[in-house]
């Protein structure tokens, strides 16, 4: 939890950044679990992030917007 506060720049004095950073510990675990390479890791935590990221910037009822925005980011990074 402590690299990711650092790699995040999340201090998690307050609720919302313990539920980020606890939302990216999970991703992590879950690609470790999956036996993610290191570059399919980054890739799925960058999509993640961005995606967070737009939600947090956009108004409250954006959930098509969003899903659009993580749709052509998912298309950008699954390109090898």
Known sequence: IAVLSQ???????????????????YAVVFCQQ????????SAMLTLLLVTHNKCKATPYDNMAEVFQFFKDALLRHSIQ
């Open 7 to 25: 790699v995040l720049r999340l201090d998690g004095n307050d609720k919302l950044q313990m539920i980020e950073l606890d939302m990216f510990y």
């Open 34 to 41: 999956q036996s993610f390479s290191p570059e399919k890791m």
